[in-house]
């Protein structure tokens, strides 16, 4: 019934936009980007898509990537016929897109996130799923859309940075059927990979060192944490690329972490957390900040200074687990 209301309100809209969310991820991305592919092969029709913060470079081999636009471009007195959000939690995590969400004739949520509350009018959720792109592909063979090169080298960018190069614990038997499945339309998986993990540029890597050298360990190093300042980014010449995307796995990857985190200085009273977890769930720690995600992967933004958004942030985790 949902995934009539889906290809209805599809063939019924002259005008749709898809919506990825603040600071993207390849399961964002990948998922706009299949979209688009799949409603111009399966309905003849252009979507436009939107972006609310810079596209990391290593994403910039998308197909269709290149017509994304930035929301600074777009008309907010506009009204859309569809809205879809690919990957968006919650609807804030679309900042300044939400407006023309909020304006938008018909809304639809595809989302894999266990804290979504679907706020759309068609929410198509499914926790279960390694990423918004697994859940994507599966609508796809619902409804037996026709995909294309094109759309299959998009879903797998979504699924295999959401899962680790699948190595995280949402990977599963589905996940893996439905990669191979996506490798029969002729994509290349090492090209990929090289694209998405061996493209950083220098100033990158070299910060990712800088601020890992700068880690603190608390609790028996059973807790790994690291500060990442304005003045850092300026430092390695950030030009607004999100630098720390992985950095927060680095820390989980020593061996007696428990639960890494990364507290970012966005200005004097705000901060961005992104937590990482072996084990605990720490979607119950990010909730209490007004944030989510997933058991083992989440985050928050803390009305706080950096130290003293550390502290708030470590006295929930004795609270909860020490």
Known sequence: MILEQLDSSIKNSKNILLVSHINPDGDTLGSICALYSLIKDNYKKTCEMVVVSQIPSNYEFLPNIDKARFIGEFDFSREYDLVINLDV???????????????????VNIDHHETNNAYAKINIIDSNASAAAEVLFEITKSLNWKISK?????????????TGCFRFA?????TMEYSGELL????????????????????????QSYCVNKAKFVNNDKIAYTIVYKKYLE??????????????????????????????????????ISMRSKEKDIAKICSVFGGGGHKLAAGAVVKANPEEAVKLILEEINKNYL
């Open 170 to 174: 949402n990977t599963t038997r589905k």
């Open 89 to 107: 939690a919650s609807i804030e995590r679309c900042a300044d897109a939400q407006i023309l969400f909020n304006k938008a004739k018909n809304t």
């Open 184 to 207: 029969t339309f002729g994509i290349n998986p090492s090209e990929i990979y090289q694209k998405c993990y061996e493209s950083n540029s220098k100033d990158m890597v070299l910060f």
């Open 150 to 162: 094109e759309s299959a080298v998009s879903l797998y960018v979504g699924i295999m940075t959401d």
């Open 235 to 272: 430092k390695f010449n950030n030009k607004g690329e999100d630098f720390t995307d992985g950095l927060t796995e680095k820390l989980r990857a020593i061996k007696t972490t428990e639960i890494a985190f990364v507290v970012k200085e966005l200005n004097a009273s705000t901060s961005k």
